[in-house]
């Protein structure tokens, strides 16, 4: 299973699991009542280093009582203030009460105020309280996250117990991963200032807009992305429903965002910033090169990092050669073409055959017209660069034009 589907399958899902199965009668109706106790007591502490209380507490309310805190629930806060909040599929009500401060720490309750349709006969009624404290770490150089729940359960008690654990610890490891710095992805490639023939008073950023913002870049998507305004810089890519938007245009950059990062289209990252950037090596020579400097920093959900790095890594590289073969090559010798052997008819001495041409600027094109340049006469070398999708349409003659790096840093804009 890859990364990916590992992390699928992690606490958030199961605690999934353990809601969807109470939802069924015949759930409710099989699974084993535990009333030792009844009392469910959970008390989670996560050190948050160089991040004040107050930003940590900011933060709290921010993303985990408004956003859902990176569980597996959708929130929906009242229209009137955000001190209430209603959890979906659970139907539950939650409301903030007075927060109580003092010099040397903030303290935040809320309760459960309406159990929903699930929690009505699993949980006491007003018996729930949370309480999640911010304090100076030991050092004064950090924060001391202490997430305290207690609720008396009518039947269940250890099953909530367990859940209410997954749950809180999951919610305070993603508020760590959302306060983080963001870790930054660089990469330069060099290319050919103008290509030729083409009008060398267009800006690169114009063309790098024209083709890759508004037609896709090369990518192996089914449909051309979807532009939201009239200049086609907010754009919707379909599949997976990501939605980007360039936020600055001038002659040799541009900065740009994803808008709706989320597990839901496939980038689970609570932040994201890019940068391109062109320089010219010599402006005084037409026929020097370009270094084309792309920057995006991201900050990875919980345990997302290693699949957002390869992610990442993998669509800039992609897009980046496109756009190189795109400015370098002539329109003429853009495509690239495709024949089949020719198959002789029964009973006749004629054959058949066809051909067919596909851009050389786009991911597929590339591959195709590699491979029938890749004249090694090892076999193995050709089998092993097929297990690294991130070499595919790269001539080896090429491979040392592109350079990337992983940092901790933001974009300095």
């Known amino acids: 299973m890859s990364y990916f589907g590992k992390t699928i399958l992690s606490k958030n899902f199961v605690i999934f699991i353990f809601l969807c199965y109470l939802c069924s009668v015949e759930g409710l109706r099989n699974v084993p009542s535990y009333n030792s106790n009844n009392v469910v007591d959970v008390s989670i502490s996560k050190q948050i280093p160089q991040i004040s209380p107050t930003e940590v507490q900011e933060a709290w309310l921010d993303y985990t009582w408004c956003q859902g805190g990176g569980l597996p629930l959708l929130v929906q806060l009242s229209k009137k203030n955000r ?39 699993e949980i006491e009624p007003d018996c729930h309280l949370g309480t999640v404290s911010f304090l100076p770490n030991n050092n004064n150089d950090g924060t001391e996250l ?20 997954q749950s809180i610890d999951q919610a305070c490891n993603s508020l760590v991963s959302y306060l983080v710095e963001p870790i930054k992805y660089t990469q330069t490639m060099k290319l050919r200032r103008r290509r030729k023939g083409a009008n060398t008073n267009i800006p690169l950023t114009e063309i790098f807009v024209d083709f890759v913002w508004k037609q896709g870049g090369g990518l192996p998507l089914p449909l051309p992305p979807l532009a939201l305004d009239s200049k086609g810089y907010d754009r919707l890519l379909i599949p997976p429903f990501l939605r980007e938007q360039i936020l600055s245009v001038q002659e040799d950059s541009l900065v740009y965002t994803v808008r709706n990062p989320s597990f839901f289209v496939g980038y689970p990252v609570h932040s994201h910033l890019g940068r ?49 073969k795109h400015i370098e090559v002539d329109d003429n010798d853009q495509l690239v073409e495709i024949a089949t052997t020719p198959i002789k008819a029964q009973d006749s001495s004629s054959s058949n055959s066809w051909s067919f041409s596909i851009r050389g600027d786009s991911w597929i094109g590339r591959v195709i017209y590699a491979n029938q340049k890749d004249h090694r006469p090892i076999v193995l070398d050709q089998a092993f660069d097929l297990l690294q999708p991130w070499k595919w349409g790269v001539l080896p003659e090429e491979k040392d034009d592109v350079t990337y790096s992983w940092t901790v840093g933001d974009i300095d804009l």
């Not at 209430?84 to 309750?109: C, G, M, V």
């Not at 020097?288 to 959900?301: A, D, G, L, N």
Request: glycine share 2%; aromatic share 14%; net charge negative.
């Open 83 to 121: 001190q209430k909040r209603t959890l979906i599929p659970l139907f539950a009500e939650e409301i903030l009460l007075e927060d109580e401060s003092n010099i040397k720490y903030f303290t935040q309750d809320y309760k459960l105020s309406e159990l929903g349709p699930i929690w009505k006969s």
């Open 146 to 165: 202490l997430w305290n729940v207690t609720f008396r359960t009518q039947q269940r008690h250890a099953l909530w117990q367990a859940v209410t654990e």
């Open 276 to 324: 391109i950037h062109f320089v010219d090596d010599d402006p005084n020579n037409d026929d020097s090169t370009v270094t084309v400097i792309w920057e995006v920093s991201v900050r990875p959900y919980y345990n997302c990092e290693a699949y957002v790095k390869a992610f990442t890594r993998g669509i800039v590289q992609t897009v980046g050669w496109n756009f190189k």
